[in-house]
């Protein structure tokens, strides 16, 4: 069956320091999701991609956030510098467009979870 | 404004019995949907249901029943028989249009951790 693969599972970092996550969406996957999940809430959106352009990224932290998807394909958030508020799960989600929908949902990665020391 | 609204911080069922989760959310778009997932202890997130703000019928799916209010704004899962798998979290979901205009985003609500005692 056919998965949202994500790097590394488990990240532990010094603040200041830089970070990278990567996610390789289900294949045919249009569009790919990267999610901000506090310990106790719900996940909240950071960045979305319509194949490799940013069609969100309203709550994107640019002065520390970046994220990218060159070929449309696979996707790489860092973070630089990590705070200690950055400590959280991070999670990729993709569909297979942006109308989400019956049949049309969006398949989640197993996340990195992220402690900043 | 906090736009779907999960009441239950936690809950607990005995196994082989049904549970309702609750969700209300808060919309003024005619069009919208709603997505319930689960997310265990391992934390990846999978997709249960969905319901369109225009189907006429209560989405099903297996043990999974959406019982949908629509004047009340409310899309409570309804989990029959449970078993000792199901104890994880669930999240209820909304579809909206998103800051690009063309593209649709989720929103989650803060969940409800359900547990399932043998």
């Known amino acids: 069956e056919a998965e949202v693969a994500q790097s590394p599972r488990y990240k532990i970092t010094e603040k200041s320091q830089a970070v990278a996550f990567w996610c390789d969406p289900i294949?045919?996957?249009?569009?790919l999701y990267w999610y901000r999940q506090i310990l106790g809430q719900g996940p909240e959106l950071l960045v979305q991609?319509?194949?490799?352009?940013?069609?969100?990224d309203s709550q994107l932290p640019k002065d520390r956030f970046s994220a990218e998807r060159l070929k449309g394909v696979d996707s790489t958030l860092k973070i630089q510098p990590a705070e200690l508020g950055d400590s959280a799960m991070y999670l990729c989600?993709?569909?297979?467009?942006?109308?989400?929908?019956?049949?049309?949902?969006?398949?989640f990665g197993p996340g990195t979870r992220l402690t900043v020391l | 404004a906090q736009k779907i609204t999960q009441t239950q911080p936690g809950m607990f069922v005995q196994e082989k019995e049904a549970v309702t989760l609750d969700c209300t959310y808060d919309?003024?778009?005619?069009?919208?949907?709603l997505f319930w997932y689960k997310q265990p202890s391992s934390g990846e997130m999978i997709f249960l249901i969905y319901?369109?703000?225009?189907?006429?019928q209560n989405a099903t799916e297996g043990r999974y029943s959406l019982n949908f209010q629509k004047a009340r704004k409310s899309a409570n899962l309804v989990i029959s028989a449970s078993q000792l798998g199901d104890s994880a979290m669930y999240f209820c979901?909304?579809?909206?249009?998103?800051?690009?205009?063309?593209?649709?985003?989720?929103?989650f609500g803060k969940g409800t951790l359900l547990t399932v005692n043998p």
């Open positions: 979901a909304m579809r909206e249009v998103g800051s690009g205009g063309s593209n649709y985003k989720l929103t």
């Open positions: 294949s045919g996957h249009a569009t």
């Open positions: 919309t003024s778009d005619p069009s919208y949907g």
């Open positions: 319901q369109g703000s225009y189907d006429q």
């Open positions: 989600a993709s569909s297979l467009t942006r109308k989400l929908a019956g049949g049309n949902e969006q398949f």
């Open positions: 991609f319509q194949d490799e352009s940013v069609v969100d």
